[in-house]
């Protein structure tokens, strides 16, 4: 390689080591701003709608746990009172029931739909 062509190759070296410290300088931040803004930014806030959102499933979640606790309780206490069961009504409660469980619910109602599966039917 020649005089002159390393000089060039200097000259080119040179000039884009300016040219990136004068795009970094002048360039960067600003466009760095400018995509943390239109793509980081907008995800934050997807997040942080997405957590809102989980902590209202799970208060609603333990709603309608409550709910159904209830429900079986105040059916399961019922039928119990009255001895007997119909059917149609052992299959309601057997349906909330189902559901309770499956939600996670605990032993409380479990042992009084047990006794009520062991109740006798009603005959009209």
């Known amino acids: 390689m020649g005089a002159e062509a390393a000089f060039d190759l200097a ?24 995509l943390k803004k239109k793509i980081v930014q907008p995800h934050v806030e997807l997040n942080n709608r997405c957590d809102e959102f989980e902590k209202t499933q ?28 119909d059917v149609e009504d052992l299959k309601n409660l057997e349906h909330l029931y189902n559901a309770y469980a499956a939600m996670g619910g605990n032993g409380t109602c479990k042992q009084l739909y ?11």
């Open 114 to 124: 047990e006794r009520v599966c062991a109740l006798k039917f009603k005959t009209d």
């Open 11 to 34: 000259v080119k070296l040179v000039a884009g080591v300016l040219v990136f410290i004068t795009f970094k300088a002048k360039f960067y931040q600003p466009l760095k701003n400018c």
């Open 58 to 85: 799970e208060v609603l979640e333990i709603g309608v746990l409550a709910i159904l606790h209830d429900r079986v309780y105040q059916a399961c206490k019922h039928y119990l009172e009255q001895e007997s069961i």
